[in-house]
């Protein structure tokens, strides 16, 4: 009966009711059980969190720094095919002398 549909967060306000009347009904020491592994599954979830936002914030500073590496090169070339003195380009781009003869 579409009558009867539930959006989401009414059935999330049920589904948090129903897990607050399992816990209830838990006697002390299950209820201890409960708590110390609900603590471990927080504690993961909080270091996975962390974790992968660590990465993530890695992998974005590498992308920029790769990104201006292959950026310099370019405008090295650039500035090598315009016939420019290899000093000013390294002082221009930051590369070593070296790369930029290698282009």
């Known amino acids: 009966d579409s ?3 539930i959006d989401a967060y009414t059935e999330e306000i049920f589904r948090r009711l129903l897990s607050v009347a399992n816990d209830a009904a838990l006697t002390p020491s299950e209820q201890d059980t409960y708590d110390y592994w609900m603590k471990i599954a927080r504690d993961n979830y909080c270091v996975m969190d962390y974790e992968r936002k660590q990465a993530r914030a890695e992998g974005h500073a590498e992308g920029l720094a790769e990104g201006r590496q292959e950026s310099a090169l370019e405008i ?7 016939n420019i003195a290899t000093d000013i380009i390294v002082t221009c781009t930051g590369l070593t002398a070296e790369a930029v003869a290698a282009l």
Request: net charge positive; no cysteine.
């Open 76 to 82: 090295a070339a650039r500035l090598k095919a315009q």
């Open 3 to 5: 009558s009867l549909d």
